[in-house]
């Protein structure tokens, strides 16, 4: 069993008081709090051998440079990558997404079809959008269904001999769906099309195998997963990375320049031009091993007591309407009060101390969908506890006198 006790000791931040009332951050699905030994980690980069990577003799560069792709194996070791190039850090999912979307620029022709769900981030719709503007492929959608699920039915009458690419999110940020994205997987290869999947809600609380998985691109960021902002990572199969074209141009990625020809550097490389985030790598390697320490199946299982009793204690207060209500949830409750707006009890919440999302979570069509202007967003970590919950439904009910 985890000692949450013990666990909050690692978060310096939950020690912290907002409005004179002790923090209780429910905020993880937007981002994760830092321990302290990624904290330390980052510390130590820029005390101790802060340097640039790949290019120096000397010895600070090798030791950034060693960590570096320490980093990047711990990375594939997590996600089973085959091999540590198919591993490219990148600032994060909306980055490595975009950079899948340019590369398959030079690949669709006018017609071909590109699938997205319903319960996209906007950071997985636009890209494609502008990818069809570009090159005359066609967009389409697998609808939602009431609870928060994908129309599996609607998506397998989508697929056909056009389809080149299918997009979908592992779990849904704005209501915490599980996705069934190896059915998704396996559908969309029966047809040869290329799967990407938007790992970035699910990777705080689901450890991905890719290669079970048999996924062509999968995508997170580590500031979900206790790591720093400004860092992610794209996975893709050896194949699709040789095939699709560098993103950016400049110094990294080219293995020789001349005024008549570049040639491009081998994978990893190829996609990772200018200096990346050597600090905020070598940190998220440090988060991911902390988590591990910890243990997914350990995390999921705990989570999944908070999501119940925030479920059973929200469904008792007059009014509540969650959104989001199929069995594979992760812990995220989106809800709504009456027609009391989410921004002003999340408002009431922040002066309680209680740090919460509200609005549309950037992913309007499922708003659109449901006929909200957005909902009240609750999403737990491993390092909550039942009595922060108590807490806020407590604040809730005070919140919700206020207004009616
Ligand atoms: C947070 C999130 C993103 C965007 O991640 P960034 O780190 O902001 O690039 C994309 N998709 C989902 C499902 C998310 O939860």
Redo the contacts with the bound molecule.
């Keep these: 069993m985890m000692n949450v006790d013990k666990i909050r000791e690692d978060f310096p931040i939950l020690k912290r008081e907002v409005h004179g009332k002790p923090l209780v951050y429910f905020d993880n699905?937007a981002t994760s709090q830092t321990p302290q030994i990624v904290i330390d980690a980052i510390a130590d980069y820029y005390s101790n051998y802060n340097s640039n990577i790949h290019r120096g003799v000397h010895s600070l560069s090798q030791e950034a440079t060693d960590k570096y792709e320490e980093a990047r194996i711990k990375i594939q070791h997590h996600f089973n990558a085959k091999h540590a190039y198919e591993i490219i850090l990148t600032s994060?999912?909306?980055?490595s997404i975009n950079m899948v979307a340019a590369g398959f620029a030079d690949i669709l022709q006018k017609g071909d079809e590109i699938i997205v769900s319903a319960l996209e981030?906007h950071?997985?719709i636009v890209p494609w959008q502008m990818l069809c503007t570009k090159t005359g492929a066609i967009l389409k959608v697998i609808p939602m269904l009431q609870d928060g699920s994908l129309d599996m039915k609607v998506y397998e009458e989508l697929l056909n001999s056009n389809t080149k690419l299918v997009f979908c999110?592992h779990v849904s940020?704005a209501l915490g769906t599980i996705n069934p994205i190896e059915e998704i997987i396996k559908k969309a290869h029966a047809v040869n099309a290329a799967v990407l999947i938007?790992g970035?809600?699910a990777t705080p609380h689901i450890k991905p195998d890719v290669q079970a998985l048999d996924v062509d691109f999968y995508v997170a960021?580590a500031?979900?997963l206790c790591g720093p902002t400004g860092v992610?990572l794209l996975y893709g199969k050896q194949e699709w990375l040789e095939k699709l074209p560098p993103y950016q141009g400049g110094g990294e990625m080219i293995a020789t320049v001349s005024f008549e020809k570049t040639t491009y550097a081998g994978l990893p490389h190829k996609f990772e031009a200018g200096t990346p985030n050597i600090c905020g790598g070598i940190a998220f390697g440090v988060a991911l091993d902390y988590m591990n320490s910890i243990g997914f199946s350990e995390i999921a299982a705990y989570e999944a007591t908070l999501l119940e009793y925030a479920t059973t204690e929200l469904l008792k207060i007059d009014g509540v309407k969650i959104f989001g209500t199929t069995a594979h949830k992760t812990s995220v409750v989106s809800f709504n009060v009456a027609d009391i707006h989410p921004y002003d009890i999340g408002t009431i919440l922040d002066k309680l101390g209680i740090a919460v999302r509200t609005g549309h979570h950037c992913a309007q069509p499922i708003m659109d969908f449901y006929k909200i202007p957005g909902t009240i967003r609750a999403s737990f970590s491993f390092y909550n506890t039942k009595e922060e919950i108590a807490i806020f439904i407590t604040a809730l009910k005070r919140a919700i006198q206020m207004f009616s």
């Design positions: 699905a994060g999912t909306t980055d981030h950071s997985n999110n940020n938007d970035a809600q960021s500031h979900k992610g």
